[in-house]
């Protein structure tokens, strides 16, 4: 069975940092793309950035509102996807999920979220 | 960027009855070298990640039941839910994948009527 859990989640003030961790169990984590996907309290799915495999060089992509604050990065070797986000503005409060893509789409694979709120 | 837009927003059905939502992408998300479209279908209950319905724009995932059907080409799709029970009330999202760079539509949320 494929799981994803997240952690690190929490209240921080604006212009602080948070890193985030998903530890994947189930699925050959060194093999698949990984996104993280948030979503604001009543709004949709928003998309923040995804790290492609080591082999691919693991290439990074962000959404444009966290270009520039939020860095993803991976160990292969703990089965770990880490979201370091800083700079955090109020608009970031959101839950956060880690996604994999497996052999369908890009997040065939969800964890379970972690909030983070954005407030002084 | 590829824009989803789904309709409607909102969507109040009897049970029993039948339930359509449609999705409708910037650009097609057909691709050429597999003839696939990049296109899935999520279902979104609060409290819990969203679940992969439908990939490949028509094929059901696993343990998905056959209630749940997605349609469509090019860059208008469609899922319907042929017959609403009471645990399909969640939102549900459009995804295209064609883009690495993925996007959802806004959501549809599914109601009782």
């Known amino acids: 069975e494929v799981q994803l859990v997240e952690s690190g989640g929490g209240l921080v003030m604006p212009g602080g940092s948070l890193r985030l961790s998903c530890v994947v169990s189930g699925f050959s984590f060194s093999n698949a793309w990984m996104n993280w996907v948030r979503q604001v309290p009543g709004k949709g799915l928003e998309w923040v950035g995804r790290?492609?495999?080591?082999?691919?060089?693991?290439?990074?992509d962000y959404a444009a509102p966290v270009k520039g604050r939020f860095l993803i990065s991976r160990d292969d070797s703990k089965n770990t996807l880490y979201l370091q986000m800083n700079s955090l503005q109020i608009e970031d409060t959101a839950v956060y999920y880690c996604?994999?893509?497996?052999?369908?789409?890009?997040?065939?694979?969800w964890g379970q979220g972690t909030l983070v709120t954005v407030s002084s | 960027d590829i824009v989803m837009t789904q309709s409607p927003d909102s969507l109040p059905v009897s049970l029993g009855e039948r339930a359509t939502i449609n999705c409708t992408s910037s650009q097609s998300v057909l691709h050429s070298s597999n003839n696939k479209h990049y296109l899935a279908w999520y279902q979104h209950k609060p409290g819990q990640p969203p679940r992969l319905l439908i990939y490949w724009a028509s094929t059901r995932e696993f343990g998905v039941p056959d209630r749940f059907r997605g349609s469509g080409s090019g860059t208008d799709f469609t899922l319907t839910i042929s017959s609403l029970q009471a645990e399909d009330v969640a939102v549900y999202y459009c995804q295209q994948y064609y883009r690495a760079s993925i996007t959802f539509g806004q959501g549809t949320r599914l109601e009782i009527k």
């Open positions: 996604s994999l893509g497996a052999n369908k789409t890009n997040t065939d694979y």
């Open positions: 790290i492609e495999t080591h082999v691919e060089g693991e290439t990074t």
